[in-house]
């Protein structure tokens, strides 16, 4: 028998994802379950300016070849600030300060603004995965060590390769978002059905508030869609942040939005309100579907309208979502409102190495302590859903 000769792989990193092929991209990222890892969502990220270097998102992803084939890739950015990723580690920045450790930069691995679950390294099928997984992280450590870099995060992990990152040696951080799930409903009462009466009673009443007020939502997918929906919806998104001002997590350029379509249109979900004297819509959400999982990013109104928010956020996207087989909607962050709506708290992890051996000593020894506490704060979430029972 003829010996194989050993894959010969070479690593790089790349400052612009325009640089390596859609195709072997997408092959790896188009089987995940997340829509936020493919090809496009990315690239209009860095193309409309909203995830660059200016912005505090230096784009560096690694990238792994055999053959001059494109075999695993990890979408990563050196960060300046820890703005846009929903994982609040100021306190780690300031211990880190009081440590006399520069904290920024910090390589960053996640889908830009996006703080849904599902980052992972992409490997193609039929590779090793131990392997290649690996390669990547020592790849990481001698990035950051020769370059000084604080530390490695990766944020809103994938549960399988959380696993395996673990053995490798990154430490989990728990969190928690508020996700609703299709406990095998047929119709939208069904859902209600799980509600307490009361709560029954107060989302029937913001239900019927719209018709009151001569409102009604419509969904616009991807038949339906063009350009102008995506500028508008732009529009409605920064009226929202501008709203919150210094909070108002203003990150995407209106180029952003528009470049959605049509490249992208296959994945948006847009629940419009429409009143009835008036053509264009006067407020709308903007969700991202993929497979049987729907996604609410953004919203907006050209008017306050009572319970406008509750329904084109929640109860439309989850009507929707159960005439359209969709078996998991996380809704986006934050939870007060969540809550009371059906969405219970589930646990979602983030990764993390310090190259600085003061704060990875803390980390090791307080982190554990640290998602003990998070535990108990989903527990007292859920054991306070306004629920019949939780199945």
């Not at 959380?162 to 728990?174: C, N, V, Y």
């Not at 809550?339 to 190495?353: C, D, E, T, V, W």
Request: some cysteine.
């Amino acid at each position: 028998m003829v010996p194989q000769p050993k894959p010969q792989y070479t690593l790089a990193w790349i400052r612009q994802i325009h640089e390596i092929p859609q195709a072997a991209w997408d092959a790896m990222a188009l089987p995940l379950k997340t829509p936020f890892l493919e090809w496009t969502w990315l690239h209009n990220m860095e193309h409309s300016g909203s995830a660059v270097a200016n912005a505090g998102w230096l784009p560096n992803h690694l990238t792994v070849w055999c053959n001059q084939e494109l075999i695993a890739a990890a979408p990563m950015y050196l960060k300046s600030h820890s703005y846009g990723e929903f994982v609040f580690d100021h306190q780690w920045a300031e211990l880190a300060s009081r440590l006399g450790v520069e904290y920024y930069p910090k390589l960053l691995g996640m889908s830009p603004f996006t703080p849904a679950e599902g980052y992972r390294f992409l490997i193609a099928p039929g590779e090793d995965e131990r392997l290649i997984t690996e390669m990547m992280v020592a790849a990481i450590d001698q990035f950051c060590d020769r370059n000084h870099i604080s530390g490695c995060h990766f944020l809103y992990a994938d549960p399988e390769w959380r696993s395996l990152m673990e053995e490798i040696g990154f430490k989990k951080w728990l969190h928690h978002s508020f996700i609703w799930q299709n406990d095998g409903y047929d119709t939208f009462d069904d859902y209600l059905a799980r509600f307490n009466a009361n709560q029954r009673r107060n989302i029937k009443r913001e239900r019927k508030s719209l018709e009151k007020a001569g409102l009604r939502l419509e969904p616009i997918t991807t038949d339906d869609m063009h350009r102008a929906n995506c500028s508008l919806m732009y529009d409605f998104y920064a009226d929202t942040c501008n709203k919150f001002g210094w909070w108002g997590s203003k990150y995407l350029t209106r180029k952003f939005f528009e470049q959605l379509y049509p490249d992208y249109a296959h994945r948006v979900a847009l629940f419009a309100a429409y009143s009835d004297d008036v053509d264009e819509p006067v407020g709308m959400s903007f969700c991202l579907y993929k497979g049987d999982r729907l996604y609410g990013r953004y919203w907006g109104c050209r008017e306050e309208y009572n319970h406008l928010h509750f329904n084109a956020c929640y109860y439309k996207p989850i009507e929707w979502a159960i005439d359209h087989g969709i078996q998991l909607f996380d809704p986006g962050a934050g939870g007060r409102h969540k809550k009371r709506r059906g969405f219970p708290a589930r646990p979602n992890y983030s990764l993390h190495r310090f190259y600085s051996d003061r704060l990875q000593k803390i980390l090791v020894s307080y982190i554990d302590e640290i998602n003990v506490a998070e535990q108990h704060e989903i527990d007292a979430i859920n054991a306070d859903l306004p629920l019949k029972s939780l199945s």
